[in-house]
Each structure stands twice: as C-alpha cells, then as structure tokens.
Antibody, heavy 125, light 112 residues
Framework: QITLKESGPTLVRPTQTLTLTCTFS??????????VGWIRQPPGKALEWLAL???????RYSPSLKSRLTITEDTSKNQVVLTMTNMDPVDTATYYC?????????????????WGQGTLVTVSS | DIVMTQTPLSLSVTPGQPASISCKSS???????????LYWYLQKPGQPPQLLIY???NRFSGVPDRFSGSGSGTYFTLKISRVEAEDVGVYYC?????????FGQGTKVEIK
C-alpha cells in the first residue's frame, strides 16, 4: 500500500525559505520507473505542478519556479524534500507530494497515481 | 506549456442521471509509443485528488465502471453513466506527455 505524508511549517513569513518533507511508504524511490513529485493548490484554485525527482536522481522543475525550487531525496529515510526560497503571499497553497510511475519503458512519460493528504502553507507577515 | 481547457466549469446533476465533462489540450497528447497521456482526477471536498482514469480510457484500481473516458489527440471526455452522491467534487484533467505537467481549471460537480 502506497502512502505519502507531507510535513512542514503551516506559516511562513514573506522572503523566508519553505522546507517541506514528504515521507512515504509502500515503495522505494530506487526502483526503476518510480518518481515523487510536488504539486500545489492555492485555496479555491487549480493544481500546479512544481517539481519531480526520478528513481535515478534526475530532477525536473516548473520553468516558472525553477530558480526558487530544490528537490532532494533521502532514500534511507524514504523521504523527499522540497525547498522553495523567497516565499510570497501568492505562494499560499496546499502542497501535495505524489507518487508517480510510468506504464511503459524508459521514454514513457510519468503520471501521478497516488497523492499525499497535503499540507496547507500560509505566507503572511 | 500545454494548456488544458475544461468545459463546463460547473455541473449540477440529478442522481442517477449521466454527466459529461470535456477537456481540450492545446497540443496533441499522442506519444510516439502510441499511447495518449491524458488523465482524469476527482478531488472530493476536503481531500486530495484521486486518480480515476489514466491514458484516456483506463480506469484506475477500484474506480467504479460508471466512470469512462474517451477521446484522442486534443479532445477528451469523461462520462459518468449514473451520477451518485459520492461523485461530488471537482474533476481535473491533466496531461503528462510534456513537462511541465498541466491541469485543467477543474469542473465542479454537485448533486441537485
């Protein structure tokens, strides 16, 4: 059974750096064809993909946020960490981590099949 | 970025009646491997999204067969054959053929 759980601060001040941790179980990020991603959702708004880390430690970021994001993994702890610098009130959102896999071989795109419960982060002074 | 456009943005349905949601992509979602990377998610109130349909028409594990997906290229449809009370929430389409993954604006389904 695949589960993911996000943890981190609920309140962040403007200009601060946000650090979120995704702790997962039921799979290994070392397994070929597995990835973990981060997706956010501002209150009442749609979903926005942020970052993805693959089983081989390859990493991808949203072009619009790339300069502010870093995604890393701690395979021994079954954790993925997302940091976002220079936080602004517009970054207020529920942040989800998600398990991602692919249905084919090496060049097959990944997709999200399991989501964490999400964590609401408010950016306010 | 690929733009995903859903219609309608809201839907009010009588229980037992069908419902249909459309999703249009700004580029083809057909991959060179022959698969089409279009997904449907349902976000029930207060919950994270859950995968309903992958690669246009495949129901994910545990998804009732009243949900079906169809389409090709740039135009896709999610159908609920007989809406039940537990189907309320916001439905999103998503493409993963190209990064950044992008989502539709969401379609809110409520029960009359």
């Amino acid at each position: 059974q695949i589960t993911l759980k996000e943890s981190g601060p609920t309140l962040v001040r403007p200009t601060q750096t946000l650090t979120l941790t995704c702790t997962f179980s039921g799979f290994s990020l070392s397994t070929n064809g597995v990835a973990v991603g981060w997706i956010r959702q501002p209150p009442g708004k749609a979903l926005e993909w942020l970052a993805l880390i693959y089983w081989d430690d390859d990493k991808r970021y949203s072009p619009s946020l790339k300069s502010r994001l870093t995604i890393t993994e701690d395979t021994s702890k079954n954790q993925v960490v997302l940091t976002m610098t220079n936080m602004d009130p517009v970054d207020t959102a529920t942040y989800y981590c998600a398990h991602s896999s692919r249905s084919g071989g090496y060049n097959t795109p990944y997709y999200v099949d399991y989501w964490g419960q999400g964590t609401l982060v408010t950016v306010s002074s | 970025d690929i733009v995903m456009t859903q219609t309608p943005l809201s839907l009010s349905v009588t229980p037992g009646q069908p419902a249909s949601i459309s999703c249009k992509s700004s580029q083809s979602l057909l991959h060179t491997d022959g698969k089409t990377f279009l997904y449907w998610y349902l976000q029930k109130p207060g919950q994270p999204p859950q995968l309903l349909i992958y690669e246009v028409s495949n129901r994910f594990s545990g998804v009732p067969d009243r949900f079906s997906g169809s389409g090709s290229g740039t135009y896709f449809t999610l159908k609920i054959s007989r809406v039940e009370a537990e189907d309320v929430g916001v439905y999103y389409c998503m493409q993963s053929i190209q990064l950044p993954w992008t989502f539709g604006q969401g379609t809110k389904v409520e029960i009359k």
